[in-house]
Nanobody, 119 residues
C-alpha cells in the first residue's frame, strides 16, 4: 500500500497552467504504475494520464494530448502532471492513483485536488 497526497490545484484563467504533484509514502514506489484521474460534477471519473513504473511509457486521454505532461521522480516518490493551455472543460477534481505491478486496476487513491479554470 502507498498513501498518496495531491497538491497544486487551484483557480486559473483559461490558457493558464498548473502543475499538480502527488507525493507517495510507503515502500516500493517504483513498483507502482501511476495515474491521474479527474471527475467533474455529474460526470464519470476518467483517466487523464498514466505513467509506467520507470517512466518510459505514458498515456494521455485524447482531450489532453499536447497540453498535459505526466512525469515521475522515483527518488522523491512523486508524480507530476503539468497542465498547460487549460480550458474551462478541464475543471474537475483531480485524483492521483497507483496500481501495484502487475495489477491492471488502480487501487490506491489520493483525496483529490480541485482544479477550476475560468473562461
Amino acid at each position: 500500500q502507498v498513501q498518496l497526497v495531491e497538491s497544486g490545484g487551484g483557480l486559473v484563467q483559461a490558457g493558464g497552467s498548473l502543475r499538480l504533484s502527488c507525493a507517495a509514502s510507503g515502500r516500493s514506489f517504483s513498483n507502482y504504475g501511476m495515474g491521474w484521474f479527474r471527475q467533474a460534477p455529474g460526470k464519470d471519473r476518467e483517466l487523464v494520464s498514466g505513467i509506467s513504473r520507470s517512466g518510459d511509457s505514458t498515456y494521455y486521454a485524447d482531450s489532453v494530448k499536447g497540453r498535459f505532461t505526466i512525469s515521475r521522480d522515483n527518488a522523491k516518490k512523486t508524480v507530476y502532471l503539468q497542465m498547460n493551455s487549460l480550458k474551462p472543460e478541464d475543471t474537475a477534481n483531480y485524483y492521483c492513483a497507483a496500481r501495484l505491478y502487475p495489477k491492471a486496476q488502480y487501487d490506491n487513491w489520493g483525496q483529490g485536488t480541485q482544479v477550476t479554470v475560468s473562461s
